[in-house]
């Protein structure tokens, strides 16, 4: 079977290649989506995000 110059790189120390070059990246966008995710459909309007009186306390 051919394999690509991307697969057999992964193939040559596996499975460190596979790991640094694969998992990592996927994991780290999954993680990116989930929180995008968390943020737009979260409706919380009361906290400490969204509440600017940490940011400006009142006098």
């Known amino acids: 079977m051919n394999m690509t110059h991307y697969m057999s790189l992964l193939m040559d120390n596996q499975p460190w ?8 990246p996927v994991i780290f966008a999954e993680t990116i989506t989930v929180t995008e995710f968390f943020i737009l ?9 969204r509440n600017s009186e940490w940011l400006i306390p009142r006098l």
């Open 17 to 24: 290649n596979l790991i640094v070059f694969m998992a990592i």
């Open 41 to 49: 459909f979260n409706k919380n309007i009361k906290g400490s995000l």
